[in-house]
Nanobody
Framework: QVQLVESGGGLVQAGGSLRLSCAASGRDFNGYAMGWFRRAPGKEREFVAAIRWSGETQYADSVQGRFTISREHPNMLALQMNNLQPDDTAVYYC??????????????WGLGTQVTVSS
């Protein structure tokens, strides 16, 4: 059974930092891209960042320069989030798919971890 489990969310003040992790299990993710998406209250799920198997990264404009995606292991994904702002408040989801782009809906998904940024 494939599982993606996010961790590291929490409550932080504006300007603070958090590091999210995603542990994937149940299959071989070699060759897969992985990424992060988020859903804020009352909004659609949106793309945050992705890392391709090649190591190439892509970020949403809203997080460029503040967030860093990394992958230490084929089954381990991280997202370092610095200078967090209230608009970053959302549930953050980990995704693994052959290709992860802003419009990705398929692949494997975690259940999410809540990030709340207070002003």
């Amino acid at each position: 059974q494939v599982q993606l489990v996010e961790s590291g969310g929490g409550l932080v003040q504006a300007g603070g930092s958090l590091r999210l992790s995603c542990a994937a299990s149940g299959r071989d993710f070699n060759g897969y891209a992985m990424g992060w998406f988020r859903r804020a209250p009352g909004k659609e799920r949106e793309f945050v960042a992705a890392i391709r198997w090649s190591g190439e990264t892509q970020y949403a404009d809203s997080v460029q320069g503040r967030f860093t995606i990394s992958r230490e292991h084929p089954n381990m994904l991280a997202l370092q989030m610095n200078n967090l702002q209230p608009d970053d408040t959302a549930v953050y989801y980990c995704n693994a798919a052959p290709r992860v782009v802003p419009g990705t809906t398929g692949g494997f998904w975690g259940l999410g971890t809540q990030v709340t940024v207070s002003s």
